[in-house]
Nanobody, 126 residues
Framework: QVQLVESGGGLVQAGGSLRLSCAAS????????MGWFRQAPGKEREFVAAMTINWNIGRRYYADSVKGRFTISRDNGKNTVYLQMNSLKPEDTAVYYC?????????????????WGQGTQVTVSS
């Protein structure tokens, strides 16, 4: 059974940075998509970023709201995906989730993912 464990959330001032990590275990896939989503209080879960892994060729996709500030990357040797978040804004405050989808593509819908982590809280103060 695939397990995803996020870490790295916390409290940061506006303009600061955080790096989230998502460690994957329990499965081996050569083609898949890793995604980051977030959910703020009272709002629906929304897409943040995704990276497709297709025989070691990866493509990255970002929501317009984070483009230029957030970067998704991976360390294949550690089975870990990262979300580097720079120039954080109060509106970035949310619980951040990583997800793994077995379909390769710019998956921006949460139903396109098969496995989910438990989430990590990110709070940006003004």
């Amino acid at each position: 059974q695939v397990q995803l464990v996020e870490s790295g959330g916390g409290l940061v001032q506006a303009g600061g940075s955080l790096r989230l990590s998502c460690a994957a275990s329990g499965g081996t896939f050569s083609r898949y998509t890793m995604g980051w989503f977030r959910q703020a209080p009272g709002k629906e879960r929304e897409f943040v970023a995704a990276m497709t892994i297709n025989w070691n060729i990866g493509r990255r996709y970002y929501a317009d709201s984070v483009k230029g500030r957030f970067t998704i990357s991976r360390d294949n040797g550690k089975n870990t995906v990262y979300l580097q978040m720079n120039s954080l804004k109060p509106e970035d405050t949310a619980v951040y989730y990583c997800a793994l989808g077995l379909v390769v593509g710019p998956n921006v819908r949460d139903y396109e993912y098969d496995y989910w982590g438990q989430g990590t809280q990110v709070t940006v103060s003004s």
